[in-house]
DNA sequence: ATGAAAGCGCTAACAT
DNA sequence: ATGTTAGCGCTTTCAT
């Protein structure tokens, strides 16, 4: 019957030290303005690591009033490639700022505002946008700062548009499509990127892009491909290279090949689009600085600063391959 | 200048309600063995619902000795589909029974007990295997529950490869490949549906099959394909449809064509599957079973029960197309 | 430079 | 049936 192996505390660590519980408080957190003697925080140091002390999350939280956990809200699904990676870049900066990140897949019929508060975030960012109610709901939650990004703020799905339609009308296309995607998305993702692309068309003055769904179903692309023709669309921006590679099926079910009967353009850069047949040009957004950058102001907000909501440019660019 | 609007608490409640706090606390957790009036639980509820009351999850969790935290650890990047609808579920399952259930993305070198500790987590479940010191420390950390799926105790990945492998002795062929991810996979779901794929051949008498590694780029994908045909290799089940993809990518760059001059079956029943030529054969999982399943031993582990690694089968079933 | 002591908001014996 | 009380482990002001 042995003990039930009691985590070490903050007490143990004084007493293996030979202080007090302020002074390890004070040389674990380093807090500013004490001038600790080297030897003394030696000690401390290592006897925590010798204790393999970890500070007990939710008493530090109690007495602190904020916890260090971040909430990354997340309502696409399943996990596009991008935003993994994205949320593995922000998680990794942030734990540099000593916080810590983890995600939530907004799909359940919960409030937001309770997950936070059963984790005790003192941050969520949300991909996507954010009902006002939502965010006044999280505020009183208690969570200190609350961001979106790809929401109306973020400027980065417009660029990706307009380099879309760039990369067509550099090819001589006039009359573009574009390829909304046949399932839930977040509006504002979608639609600043039409937005870029509505603005490309306009610098040249062509004529707006043809909008239309497409499903993730052949039959469904191929609906959409033969109107596009009929409206003599030569090239196509996708909202994601998902949607992409059905309009590529959608054209191989009518016997058209791209890019000489229609161009497709997707987005992402997903493994699938370099695998298959055309490979698939798209517009690859690499949302690693986007992270570094989002988790800066998070950190700093959290630190005291203000949150502003962060221009988050992704830095997108056309990866040619041969589907226009 | 407003006051920062304070959070209520269980005081706020108590007042409100005219109780005292441990009868708030009795009736917010409905613990069982008291006799509450209904009238005076009546109260306390429309309290709370008026001030709009959370616990304070920090609180609660260091008074209780335990937090209602449950950690899915992710370690394959980007996500794959299969896994986020199976995180969607085992979250949805766990609300139910009270608890929280976030992600965290375990590629950041950062020890999983740091994170563990972190959200103050009481369980932590991981996909894929769990090296036992890393069990060890999770215990050491007050973690009360680590389960890992997909890891050695899992059948399910065995399921997957068998049944790939008998599809295609089905259709005639007896020279089998199998095809590695050519990154970093959880060993034991890779190896278990080897497995599978193995036991399959020997139950016919067939060869065990060639496995070969294939990156995610046709050039790669080529040289395996190259290679399985010198050794009379006529169908290859692939980890995962990535790879699938990656390997009709190869056999394209050959002038090469599904089934006919090789089959390939797929795992995972990605979109892309459906929309590339030929559609990939591929053996779908669905995961939600094994989700929600997952999720009862976490609760009833939690709530004082053993917890059991419980074989989590998925159902996998093969949806054939044209590769296969 | 270090320590004593007072909470943070909650739960759970124990009393009434 | 409800209230009193004592912590849970930590931070932080105020003394020393």
Redo the contacts with the bound molecule.
Sequence with gaps: MRSPA?????????RAA?????????V??N?PG????E???RRVLEAARSLD????A???S????RSDVVLLSISQLPIPANISRFAEECATTLAERGLTMVLHLDVQGRPLADVCASVDASAVVAMGDLPPETTAALRRTGVAVVLSVGGDSAAAHRDVGRLQAEHLIERGHRRLGYALAGQRVPRAMASEQLLGVEEACAAVGAEPPTVLSVAPRPADAARAVALWRDRSVTAVAAYNDETALAVLAGMRELGLTAPDDLAVIGADDIRAASLVTPPLTTVAFDLSNAARHLAEVVASALAGGEARPAEVSSGPRVVRRESA
């Design positions: 009691r985590r070490a505390t903050s007490a143990d660590v004084a030979g202080v007090s519980r302020t002074t390890v408080s004070f674990l957190n807090k004490q001038s600790i003697p030897e003394t925080r002390y970890r500070p007990h939710s008493a530090r109690l007495a602190a009033g």
